[in-house]
């Protein structure tokens, strides 16, 4: 087979995100005939200042047999083809394979069916896992995605963020109902007195507001007029080995009302007809409540007008109970319980002054069920909202909360920039991942394999020439262009707050270049270490070579391999030539293939690049790391 013809095109039949296993579908790819094209590849960037898109796979596959027809009866693969399966493309030189594309196709598009027998085509286009992100729902909140990826099997969540009442399920239909009480009295209020949806802000760092419960008090601050208890049907199912985890994050009001006859705190049972499990607080401490008596008692109450975790955990198999308040305060004790349990309701609120948020119910083995580190990790989670996590980290917690495989996640452990915390209420996963790569002022694509990569910016430019390409390899003329000039600058740093650097004599001679930034820094010197790189690297025009096109059929097998083995981000040499070619245009960086074409008599590869920055020609810059780790002081040059 000649190398041209090495590749081959192939689709799984396993779920998506399951091992893949691999249909080879090249004997039915057509790149020639009429209105026949090569396999077209688009990945990257068009220069180092716009954003990586979701890298595209375009090809056509021959469908005469009506056997890439979705849903066709007596086609060998109708329980699997179709959409949203996996796909690559891989190049086989030297005996060694480079994946050129790894993606997810797109519904099948059949403009030209025909009656079996009759040559026919499918189009088919697939993206990669940056394309899949943007399918993905928004997150729920900082805190909320944490608690939805951590902490073991959750069974019931109620968020309680909802906008209006009644207070909703996040994994179920179950909705809460209110039932107004009173003490001595009796009540006639509005359950939409007694609580307030949506109207407290969370923990630190979290990112949205909470229910809260307000019962009414009449004037001497000794009796409770009206409450609000709400109570949702659940369905959960606890074995004889199981451990149950009842969860809340609670911040209760400045106390009101007398000392006896103050309202509580924190109300919440999770029960059924004869058997529950909860909490509630009272002087002297939180008490537990387990088959209905007070087992559990804490050494101290609630803290006023500050957010809380408290956990209560339950093992059935032992009967060990364990009542965890924020991150100081353990209590336990060893009760008799029942050989299992279904739980068939929820209470909430009712006598409670104060705020509630992310009720939590989980069930499973001890060993992985809301163990004290685990609620540890969310009560520092709550309570600072990632702060201060690395670009790298950031992109690999996000990625995660998105539900990509961690052996999907490629990045640079020196993507140090230190982040400000999280803000991903309502956020798209590609939003959020595209604002750590620009804190780190980094590189951010899904390499051909399909990871998911951060290059840092360091890596970026502090890297020795992966590849010299001949000027003779070139498939036709050089394009250049003189760049506009950047000479004003404003660097804006999320939580507020900007920093501005003009170059005058650069502004004098070219007018002005605006340049503005945004960035997630938890490092408040970066905003003048960015504007002034930036100016550095920009205010004085440069020559650029933005494509490279290389025909790779007359080249041998080593030639093609090097040329395949490129990676988005690599740096690159152009040797030879006439003379003229300015030198700061044979220096660049890879940020794209646009496009890769691949066929029987076709192979063509377009390099988009951009100039390598730094203080002369083909020389990288000294120092480019972004930020700290240590303190908002100690900042490594930009």
Avoid at 183 to 201: G, H, M, Y
Avoid at 400 to 413: K, N
Avoid at 620 to 631: I, Q, R
């Amino acid at each position: 087979m000649a190398a041209y013809d090495s590749w081959r095109f192939e689709v799984s039949s396993a779920d998506p995100d399951a091992t893949p296993v691999w249909v080879n579908l090249t004997s039915r790819v057509r790149t020639v005939g009429a209105g026949m094209r090569p396999v077209q590849i688009r990945r990257g960037a068009a220069s180092e200042r716009d954003d990586v898109q979701p890298s595209t796979l375009t090809l056509a596959l021959e469908n005469t047999d009506h056997a890439l027809t979705p849903g066709n009866p007596s086609s060998p693969y109708v329980s699997w083809w179709g959409q949203r399966r996996r796909c690559r493309l891989v190049e086989t030189v030297l005996g060694v394979d480079y994946v050129r594309f790894t993606g997810y196709t797109n519904p099948v598009d059949l403009s030209d069916w025909a009656d079996v027998g009759v040559e026919q085509f499918v189009s088919l286009t697939a993206v990669d896992w940056l394309g899949r992100l943007d399918t993905v729902p928004a997150f729920t909140s900082t805190l909320g995605e944490h608690i939805r990826t951590q902490g073991g099997t959750l069974r019931e969540w109620w968020p309680l963020s909802d906008p209006s009442l009644p207070l909703r399920s996040a994994l179920s239909n179950s909705v809460t109902a209110p039932r107004v009480s009173g003490f001595q009295e009796a009540t006639t209020r509005d359950p939409q007195d007694l609580v307030q949806p949506s109207a407290v802000p969370g923990p630190p760092g979290d990112d949205l507001s909470y229910v809260r419960w307000y019962p009414e008090i009449n004037d001497f601050g000794d009796l409770t007029l009206a409450y609000a208890v709400h109570i949702a049907p659940v369905n959960v199912t606890a074995s004889a080995t199981d451990t149950v985890a009842l969860s809340v994050w609670t911040k209760p009001d400045t106390t009101r009302g007398t000392p006896l006859f103050r309202p509580t705190p924190v109300f919440l049972a999770l029960a059924s007809s004869t058997f529950e499990i909860g909490f509630y607080d009272y002087v002297p401490g939180l008490i537990a409540l387990v088959a209905g008596t007070s087992s559990t008692q804490a050494s101290r109450e609630l803290e006023r007008d500050v957010w809380r975790l408290v956990t209560l955990r339950v093992d059935f198999a032992t009967g060990a109970v364990e009542l965890w308040i924020g991150a100081d305060s353990v209590t336990t004790n060893t009760v008799a319980l029942p050989a299992g349990m279904t739980f068939t309701k929820l209470e909430l609120g009712g006598n409670m002054s104060g705020s509630l948020a992310h009720v939590q119910v989980r069930v499973g083995p001890n060993a992985s069920t809301m163990t004290r580190q685990m609620h540890l990790d969310q009560y520092a989670h709550g309570m600072r909202g990632l702060e201060r996590q690395t670009a790298a980290e950031r992109v690999a917690t996000v990625a995660e909360y998105a539900g990509m495989p961690a052996g999907d996640v490629a990045v640079d452990t020196t993507a140090t920039t230190p982040m400000q915390r999280a803000r991903l209420s309502r956020a798209r996963p590609t939003a959020a991942l595209r604002t750590a790569a620009t804190a780190e002022q980094g590189r951010l694509f899904v390499t051909g394999a399909g990871k998911l990569r951060l290059r840092a910016r360091a890596a970026r430019y502090n890297q020795p020439v992966a590849l010299q390409i001949p000027y003779g390899w070139l498939q036709r003329g050089l394009r250049f262009r003189e760049d506009t000039p950047i000479n004003d600058v404003t660097a804006t740093q999320t939580s507020g707050g900007f920093t501005r650097r003009r170059d005058a004599a650069s502004i004098s001679r070219y007018g002005v270049g605006e340049g503005p930034e945004t960035l997630d820094t938890a490092v408040d010197a970066d905003l003048g270490n960015y504007a002034e790189w930036t100016i550095a690297a920009y205010a004085t025009p440069r020559m650029r070579c933005p494509q490279l096109v290389i025909d790779l059929l007359p080249l041998t097998d080593a030639q093609r391999a090097s040329l395949l083995a490129l990676e988005i981000g690599d740096r690159i040499e152009l040797t030879g030539g006439p003379s003229t070619i300015p030198p700061a245009a044979r220096h660049l960086i890879v940020e794209g293939f646009m496009p890769d074409e691949i066929g029987v008599e076709t192979r063509r590869m377009t390099l988009n690049t951009s100039p390598l920055l730094g203080p002369s020609t083909g020389t990288p810059p000294a120092s480019v790391m972004v930020g700290d780790l240590v303190a908002n002081t100690a900042v490594i040059t930009y």
